[in-house]
Structure formats: structure tokens, C-alpha cells
């Protein structure tokens, strides 16, 4: 298996599972050194809190390198204190590679207007902003759930001057555990041609450089 892409400050995104709640959440971290036999990685952390695991436990993991997904498995062996907390994570046990296009979402706040295209929805137009968007959708907050497989003319500003346009379909709906949440919805983006597509991808593969750049500066 070809472990050539591990390196040191390497940004690393690790995905857990709330038992509870059945969410999936995603921590993040940096490989600190690579050993022959394992690595040690920061704790994981997401926004104040760090990620708990058990010694013996598979940790998924995702490394965003060049313009590709890399997605390994390895396994927490234990935990040290080096000046900072750090795991210590077999070398990977399975690794797999993937476009980053068909994968990488980007986690951003951005207004969008939906525009329902279905004679039976009462609202033909809401405003909201999204929570995540990819290549191929995005998840957006709204005030209700949306009937299933509705379509939707989705109308977003990426760049200056430069206006997404494209139809969509909800796919998923989260829906709320109490009444102060939002509900979110998946939408699935819809004849989006192969062009913007790439755009898509570049933008969010050059918000994730910039992202990852402010984060390693953090521990440099």
C-alpha cells in the first residue's frame, strides 16, 4: 500500500459517529511524525471539543491531496502528551482514492435562493443559506421540510459577476430533535455540465488550500 502521501503537518479529517444521535461528525487534525509501524496525529477537534475513541478502535479518515480524496482506515493504538495531546494511529489499513470532485464538500455559509418547480408546493420561492455544498449539491437550512423529491431551481453567487443557475432534488431531509433546530435538506444538483462541474471542484478545492494553510499556521 502506498503510504506516500502521509506527511508531516499534514491535515488530516477524521469522521465519527455520534451513537446517540446517529450524526456523523468531522473532526480535524494534523499528522505530527510518521514512524515505520505507526503515526502520531493531534487529538481530533472540532470546533471546542476533542474526539473520544477507544484504544483498539478503527478510525476513519479522509486526506485531501493534489486534486484527490484519499479515504484509510487505521487503528487508534494509544494517546501521548508531547507538549500537545496526541493519538497514535496504526499505519493504514486500507486506503482508497477517489476525485476529489465526487467527494470534497465544503463546509459554508452562503445565501441561496430556491425556486420550486412542482405545481403542488405552496412557497415557489424561499431564501436561505447553505450549511455544506459539493461539486454535485449542497445542504441548505429550511424553515420546513420540503415534499420528497421536489425540484428546485437553484440560484447561487459564488464568484463576482458569476451566478450558479442549475436545477436540484431533494434527496435527504434531516430533520430537527427540538424545536428551536432548523430543518436541513440535500439537494442533488441536476444537469450541471462538465464545466462547471470543474468550476465547481476548483472552487472548492482553492477554499480548502486557504482553509488548510490558516489551520497549519496555527502550529507553525
Known amino acids: 500500500m502506498d503510504i506516500s502521501i502521509l506527511s508531516a503537518l499534514e491535515k488530516i479529517d477524521i469522521r465519527h459517529n455520534d451513537l446517540e444521535t446517529q450524526e456523523e461528525f468531522i473532526y480535524s487534525s494534523f499528522i505530527e511524525s510518521i514512524g515505520e509501524k505507526s503515526m502520531f496525529i493531534l487529538s481530533p477537534f472540532?470546533?471546542?471539543?476533542?474526539?473520544?475513541?477507544r484504544i483498539g478502535e478503527i478510525i476513519e479518515a479522509?486526506?485531501?491531496a493534489e486534486e484527490c480524496a484519499?479515504?484509510?482506515?487505521?487503528?487508534?493504538?494509544?494517546?501521548?502528551?508531547?507538549?500537545?495531546?496526541?493519538?497514535?494511529?496504526?499505519?493504514?489499513?486500507?486506503?482508497q482514492r477517489t476525485q476529489m470532485r465526487e467527494y470534497?464538500?465544503?463546509?459554508?455559509?452562503?445565501?441561496v435562493i430556491l425556486e420550486?418547480?412542482?405545481?403542488?408546493?405552496?412557497?415557489?420561492?424561499?431564501?436561505?443559506?447553505?450549511k455544506d455544498f459539493s461539486a454535485g449539491g449542497l445542504q441548505v437550512a429550511m424553515p420546513v421540510a420540503p415534499p420528497a423529491d421536489s425540484?428546485?431551481?437553484?440560484?447561487?453567487?459564488?464568484?463576482?459577476?458569476?451566478?450558479?443557475?442549475?436545477?436540484?432534488?431533494?434527496?435527504?431531509?434531516k430533520y430537527p430533535k427540538t424545536a428551536s433546530q432548523?430543518?436541513?435538506?440535500?439537494?442533488?444538483?441536476?444537469?450541471?455540465?462538465?464545466?462547471?462541474?470543474?468550476?465547481?471542484?476548483?472552487y472548492i478545492f482553492d477554499k480548502e488550500i486557504e482553509r488548510r494553510q490558516k489551520e497549519r499556521s496555527l502550529f507553525t
Open 182 to 202: 432548523k430543518h436541513f435538506a440535500s439537494i442533488k444538483f441536476c444537469e450541471l455540465d462538465d464545466k462547471m462541474t470543474n468550476k465547481l471542484a476548483k
Open 46 to 53: 472540532r470546533e471546542d471539543k476533542i474526539m473520544q475513541s
Open 151 to 173: 425540484k428546485v431551481m437553484v440560484t447561487l453567487s459564488l464568484w463576482e459577476q458569476t451566478t450558479l443557475k442549475v436545477k436540484g432534488e431533494f434527496v435527504r431531509i
Open 70 to 95: 484519499y479515504f484509510l482506515k487505521a487503528i487508534l493504538l494509544g494517546y501521548r502528551w508531547d507538549v500537545i495531546s496526541l493519538w497514535e494511529l496504526s499505519l493504514p489499513i486500507d486506503m
Open 62 to 64: 479522509r486526506i485531501t
Open 116 to 130: 420550486f418547480l412542482d405545481e403542488h408546493c405552496q412557497r415557489k420561492v424561499i431564501k436561505t443559506v447553505t
Open 104 to 111: 470534497v464538500r465544503l463546509k459554508i455559509c452562503l445565501e
